[in-house]
């Protein structure tokens, strides 16, 4: 079965650096997703992505957060001068946009900022 | 807004017992309604859905889940529980529309005992 892939697996990066997290969609899919789960508590929608251009965002997708699909097939999240709360488990999803489909989730990026 | 309520933080079953996992959710329609199960340091897996029609639903791995309109809830069950059940279960909402952001509850871990 096809599946979303995410690398790194493990990211550590020292406080006010940028990260680059990357994802694989599926092939034929055509929605994009970034969650985070920092350790501990619940899965939370950072952003969602369709056409090249962002549908919608959370209030925790503020403007060191960026998205975008620059080659067609990867799907980045990048995270401009990161804090130590970014510290969290980052998982891409991907939608078909079929009906009755679900999202497909990544095994997740494990972000941790020293 | 859209919310999840997954009352039960921990539970604990013997190996073969049943389980029922409780999730509600707060909407005036009808969500697409979905959980998913984690692993430790896993991603997530989707165990099953439900979009329309029939109310209860099967999954993978043993498990169904039933929707009650009238309690707003999605309870998740399993006759028998296996050893290697043991994990962290979410019930997600997706509320608007089929390509919608999903909404987490904060997870039900289930520890399992032989």
């Known amino acids: 079965e096809p599946e979303v892939t995410q690398t790194p697996s493990h990211q550590v990066t020292q406080m006010g650096q940028e990260v680059i997290l990357r994802c694989v969609p599926i092939s034929n899919h055509l929605y994009f997703y970034w969650y985070r789960q920092i350790l501990g508590q619940k899965v939370e929608f950072l952003v969602s992505?369709?056409?090249?251009?962002?549908?919608?965002k959370s209030e925790i997708f503020d403007d060191q957060f960026s998205v975008e699909r620059p080659d067609g097939s990867n799907f980045t999240l990048k995270i401009r001068s990161t804090k130590l709360e970014d510290s969290a488990m980052y998982f891409c999803?991907?939608?078909?946009?079929?009906?009755?489909?679900?999202?497909?989730f990544g095994d997740g990026t494990r972000l941790s900022i020293l | 807004a859209q919310s999840v309520t997954q009352p039960d933080i921990h539970i604990t079953v013997s190996e073969g017992a049943s389980l029922e996992l409780r999730c509600n959710y707060s909407?005036?329609?009808?969500?697409?309604l979905f959980w998913y199960v984690q692993s430790p340091g896993q991603g997530l897996q989707l165990l099953l859905k439900?979009?329309?029609?029939?109310?209860l639903v099967q999954g993978i791995k043993g498990f169904e889940a039933e929707f009650k309109r009238s309690q707003s809830s999605f309870n998740l069950r399993k006759p028998s529980v296996h050893w290697s059940d043991a994990a962290e279960y979410f019930c997600?909402?997706?509320?608007?529309?089929?390509?919608?952001?999903?909404?987490f509850g904060t997870g039900t871990r289930l520890q399992v005992f032989p």
């Open positions: 997600a909402v997706g509320a608007n529309y089929n390509t919608d952001k999903l909404i």
């Open positions: 999803a991907t939608h078909t946009g079929v009906d009755n489909q679900p999202q497909h």
């Open positions: 909407y005036g329609a009808t969500p697409y």
């Open positions: 992505f369709y056409n090249n251009e962002i549908s919608e």
């Open positions: 439900y979009f329309s029609g029939d109310t």
